[in-house]
């Protein structure tokens, strides 16, 4: 499993790998820096808007962002990180007013449709491309904060959580849970799927960034071993 430092001062919000190269946002600046997969820097892509969250969606072949300050519109953007459209959350109904912010959003294609995977401080919510709300999918515990949710296959999800500065990174697998305490040395950024393996985005230091691998093989890693 590869482990990468990012050698450039970018506090990285997001980041994906797709075609051998690692793709890099930092919420501030309207541009995706472009690495190899030794962590070099190769690129920088100008882009219409600062993107706090960037994931590739396989089905669609595109991207999916969130803006900077663009509270719940989601946009998509193209291979070649043009803008497409965005759809535009609708959160007016009673049960998502206490959800919180907007934290992660990536996509499921299932049997009946392709869905928006949208979660919040509090809860994670199925949407349509529509923007209306289909179902909650599942609630955060106690004083727990959502900050990471991504569905990778099939009764496959990753969801991040944070409750008292510590941490905690959890693979459900048809049903089978698996967790690890993220190390207090490093600060979760973004859990994110490449193929079969789920990587994350840490910072350390603030400006340093280390994607390390999470889960492979059906198993979650060890804290030690990442």
């Not at 450039?8 to 075609?19: G, P, V």
Request: net charge neutral.
């Amino acid at each position: 499993m590869y482990r990468f430092m990012l050698n450039n001062s970018l506090a990285a919000t997001s980041a994906l790998i797709r075609n051998d190269h690692i793709y890099a946002a930092d919420g501030k600046e309207c541009n995706i820096r472009v690495f190899d997969l030794c962590g070099n820097f190769s690129s920088r892509i100008c882009v219409t808007r600062a993107y706090s969250r960037l994931r590739y969606n396989e089905g669609e072949c595109n991207f999916t962002a969130l803006g900077c300050g663009c509270g719940n519109r989601i946009y998509y953007i193209d291979t070649s990180f043009n803008e497409l459209g965005y759809t535009q959350l609708s959160t007016d109904c009673l049960q998502l007013r206490a959800v919180g912010t907007l934290t992660d959003i990536s996509t499921a294609n299932m049997t009946d449709g392709n869905f928006i995977v949208a979660a919040f401080e509090r809860a994670v919510y199925l949407f349509g491309y529509d923007g209306k709300p289909i179902r909650e999918i599942c609630r955060a515990d106690g004083c727990e904060t959502i900050t990471d949710f991504l569905v990778f296959g099939a009764e496959k999800y990753v969801i991040g959580t944070r409750s008292n500065d510590v941490s905690v990174i959890t693979v459900s697998d048809n049903g089978e849970k698996q967790s690890v305490i993220v190390d207090s040395r490093l600060s979760l950024r973004l859990v994110f799927a490449s193929g079969s393996n789920i990587f994350g985005l840490f910072g350390h230091g603030y400006i340093y960034n280390r994607i390390l691998p999470i889960y492979s093989n059906g198993s979650i890693l060890r804290r030690q071993e990442f």
